[in-house]
């Protein structure tokens, strides 16, 4: 009898005990697949993300571009023959675009109106490219050449399909303006040629003429001085948090501030450095200089955090073996840890100068908001940076500042992306396994 009531109470508890499994093993079922559909839903959205923005923006590395005949004309360009620079760069080169444009359709020759409506065709710093080939060769002076110069940004949105030939439909340009547009394109004088102008001019006011290049080395002037103040800063300040100081209440007190300033808007850190490096310090408003000191603000903290992650990963046995063998405390640390910690401080460090590429907050309260056309020949000269040029196209009316826009957005994340695979390398490269 007793062993039936055992036999009863062991199959009873199997059952809960299974019972009890299978609701676990339910759980982590519903636990995994709520995980999956998480990850899918995120890598859907960035998708859609990157889908939009590579959509909007791809057009935007090629340009509508037309053939034309130009006769660098002596008596327009240097009427003296003395090829003396500042008569050569203020030469009418404009009416050597005009002019080629009339011999094209001599019918507009004779109507102003109509030579208008041709000239606006083209695009208005058409003449600046001449300027610059004279300018480098003045041997094609008397010469004829044929040259692919820009369209206006009118008509590269047309060929690319953004603006209705129907004027009722929002269209820009009239029968006639078509009949010209479709005429270069029959004979192949118009083509979508590669933009060079988005990577080697500055931003300009005509967007067929705007370009990154201004802002890419703006960013890098600011990333280079951001990198010079904050990695040696960063990591001295970590060693001797992890390594030297003594636990008390102002070691705590600078670790909570430390980690509370790494969550601070990074518009207070703009606030700052104008209040103190501009109002104080006199230093040039708009220079990558002073956008370099107010990065350096904001990633201080996530290198200072990510560089005592690094440094508390060292196992301890290798402190005690450097000062048993007799090393000295900062023989210890300078040896020993720092080397293996080093990949986990390159990566944070990495990091942090990603995340300050991508900030525009700070730039914003500097001034690097300002329209700047020159491409920065150093620090101290004005720019802008590559998020503050992006903020800038956005807000502006013309539709060919859209796709310019994505354009840049499309720079920026290549060179996030490509920071963060030089992470990756790096921390395969020198990380040591112990």
């Known amino acids: 009898m007793t062993e039936m009531v055992d036999q009863v109470r062991v199959s009873a508890t199997s059952e809960k005990v299974n019972a009890r499994l299978q609701r676990r093993y339910a759980v982590e079922k519903r636990f995994r697949f709520y995980g999956i559909a998480s990850i899918i839903i995120a890598l859907t959205f960035l998708a859609i993300l990157l889908i939009s923005i590579v959509g909007r923006g791809y057009t935007a590395f090629v340009q509508t571009e037309v053939r034309l005949a130009i006769n660098f004309d002596a008596s327009v360009i240097d009427p003296s023959g003395g090829r003396e620079k500042a008569v050569l760069s203020s030469a009418d080169y404009a009416a050597l675009v005009r002019d080629a444009l009339t011999a094209r359709f001599p019918e507009a020759a004779n109507d102003r109106q109509a030579r208008r409506d041709l000239f606006s065709l083209i695009s208005q710093g058409a003449d600046l490219e001449l300027r610059k080939m004279v300018m480098n060769d003045p041997s094609v002076i008397g010469s004829t050449r044929d040259l692919w110069l820009p369209m206006a940004a009118a008509v590269d949105q047309l060929r690319k399909g953004h603006m209705s030939r129907d004027a009722e439909k929002g269209g820009q340009y009239t029968a006639r303006q078509l009949g010209w547009i479709d005429s270069l394109e029959a004979s192949g004088a118009l083509a979508a040629r590669f933009n060079k102008w988005l990577f080697t001019a500055g931003d300009s006011r005509q967007p067929e003429l705007a370009g990154v290049w201004g802002a890419v080395v703006g960013s890098f002037y600011s990333l280079l001085v951001t990198v010079a103040l904050s990695f040696p800063l960063g990591v001295a300040t970590a060693i001797y948090l992890e390594e030297f100081a003594s636990r008390n209440r102002w070691t705590d007190i600078i670790e909570v501030n430390i980690n509370n300033l790494a969550a601070v808007p990074s518009i207070v850190f703009g606030l700052l450095g104008l209040e103190i490096f501009l109002n104080v310090f006199n230093l040039p408003r708009s220079a990558p200089f002073v956008g370099g000191l107010a990065l350096t603000l ?137």
Request: hydrophobic fraction near 55%.
């Open 298 to 434: 904001v990633s201080l903290p996530t290198i200072i955090i990510a560089s005592r992650v690094a440094l508390k990963a060292v196992p301890p046995w290798i402190r005690e073996a450097a000062l048993g063998l007799g090393a000295s405390r900062l023989q210890m640390v300078m040896h020993h840890v720092l080397p293996l910690a080093m990949p986990g401080i390159l990566t944070g460090t990495i990091i942090g100068m990603a995340r300050a590429v991508g900030e525009s907050a700070p730039l914003l309260m500097i001034g690097m908001v300002a329209f700047i056309v020159d491409v920065p020949a150093s620090p101290m000269d004005p720019s802008t940076a590559l998020p503050v040029q992006i903020y800038l196209w956005a807000a502006s009316p013309e539709r060919a500042f859209v796709e310019r826009t994505s354009a840049a957005i499309i720079v920026l994340l290549c060179f996030l992306a490509v920071m963060n695979a030089t992470a990756i390398y790096l921390r395969k490269k020198f990380e040591r396994r112990w």
